[in-house]
């Protein structure tokens, strides 16, 4: 059976690597790698879903609000903090985040201190206050920072700290939420739980689009700094034109060619480390304990096995890698666009990449990572090409011709349901299935 399934592997990701090399001869490198990095981060938030629904069977349908919080992270991490802003209505936000940890601190201990009857009358008059005491605040506070110069920033700015490191915080950061909204959803049964994931991932997404103080909102952030080197930069060092006449190739696509192949590294490395950790998770004793909770829960709990405790644990996890794509991707970007967060592309597609790859089996995931991406983006092409060779017969004014080349965009959705239809009938368990142990 593992030998079966390494073949299967194998031939997977060898047909993979063959469909990039096509992309690479046929229409150009430089396309190919902006593909397979794209491809790479989809393959981490993909693996990320599969700690989540493939150990534990969580049905988690708030996908993109994590990734939305570590687009955030790398925003709060690499951009100057914006000094004006911070001296006109900086302290004031301050003050009012102040009183609102105060006001969940005197929530907390009334909740456990006190009779119930006592701490809900208490949290209500806790809850009324620290909200007009933080409105105080924070309304002038959010009016001042947002006057600053609003066409160019608007906002507080964050540590200025290279961009790398917003990979480790947006981590952090979808964890911490992932936490409290833990907290309270997965008591939940399952689709109770996708609804309010997905409820909270668009509120989630609401505040960052309407909150400028914090990134500008709708305004977007650009020109965020890189880990990798700039094409101009390299365009003027003379070991790289010497390394252009050597190669032979034009200096502009040979830089633009480097700094994808540097995006390239960085991104597969940060895919093997998290694949390494997620792969020695799942075959430890935690990693059987998750698979028997989702096998049997009753069974587990009668093992005395602490379910909840234990999904908290695995949607934590899960959570976290979700936000280290999410930095990713806006690090690959070099700006920070709230309105692109979209449940199609941050949530459906991700959860199509888990099914067709194989839940349960973090190569499954990968791989389907890399094949849905691969086909969303060279489905409109392909589309395209495909019209215009079934109308290559027919009269250049034809309405039908006309109408079927301006639709071929669409042919990505159409795609998406075929490729689910075949997997679904012929392999229901993934392409790379979870292995029988």
């Not at 073949?7 to 060898?14: A, D, I, T, V």
């Not at 086909?375 to 215009?388: D, H, K, S, T």
Request: charged share 15%.
């Amino acid at each position: 059976m593992n030998i079966l399934h390494d073949n299967r592997r194998l031939f997977c990701f060898g047909g993979m690597a063959l469909l990039l090399l096509v992309v690479g001869f046929f229409q150009s490198w430089n396309l190919m790698f902006q593909i397979l990095n794209l491809c790479l981060i989809s393959a981490v938030m993909s693996l990320g879903v599969n700690i989540q629904w493939g150990y534990v069977g969580l049905f988690n349908v708030g996908v993109m609000g994590f990734a939305a919080l570590g687009g955030l992270s790398a925003v709060l991490i690499s951009t100057k903090p914006v000094q004006e802003a911070w001296q006109a209505g900086g302290t004031n936000i301050l003050i009012s985040l102040f009183i609102v940890l105060i006001g969940a601190g005197l929530i907390f201990l009334a909740r456990h201190k006190l009779s119930r009857r006592a701490a809900n009358y208490c949290t209500f008059l806790l809850v009324v206050l620290t909200y007009f005491a933080a409105r105080f605040f924070y309304i002038p506070g959010t009016k001042a920072v947002e006057a600053v110069d609003p066409a160019l920033t608007g906002f507080l700015g964050g540590l200025g700290l290279p961009i790398i490191f917003s990979w480790l915080v947006g981590g952090v950061v979808a964890g911490c939420a992932a936490w409290f909204i833990g907290k309270i959803t997965l008591g939940l049964r399952s689709d109770y739980l996708a609804i309010a994931t997905l409820g909270i991932s668009e509120i989630l997404i609401l505040a960052i689009k309407n909150e400028d103080w914090l990134a500008r909102g709708v305004k977007n952030v650009i020109g965020l700094s890189r880990p990798v080197a700039y094409e101009r930069d390299l365009q003027a060092s003379e070991w790289f034109v010497n390394l252009a006449e050597t190669l032979g190739m034009d200096l502009v696509t040979l830089s633009s060619l480097w700094v994808k192949i540097s995006y390239t590294l960085l991104f597969l490395g940060c895919l093997v480390f998290l694949l390494i950790l997620a792969e020695l998770a799942l075959k430890s004793p935690w990693g059987r304990m998750m698979r028997a909770i989702r096998d049997n829960e009753t069974a587990a709990h009668a093992m005395g096995k602490d379910i909840v405790a234990r999904k908290l644990q695995v949607f934590v996890l899960g959570s976290m890698v979700v936000g280290i794509g999410g930095a990713m991707l806006t690090t690959l970007d070099g700006q920070f666009t709230p309105t692109s967060y979209q449940p199609l592309r941050f949530t459906f597609l991700i959860w199509v990449m888990v099914i067709v790859g194989g839940s349960g089996n973090n190569w499954g995931a990968i791989l389907g990572g890399f094949l849905i991406w691969f086909v969303w983006i060279e489905a409109e092409p392909v589309g395209l090409w495909l019209m215009e060779f079934i109308t290559s017969g027919m009269d250049e004014q034809s309405s039908l011709k006309q109408h079927l080349i301006r639709n071929a965009a669409y042919m990505r959705l159409l795609t998406m349901g075929l490729i689910l239809l075949v997997v679904l009938k012929y392999f229901p368990k993934g392409l790379i299935p979870e292995g029988t142990r």
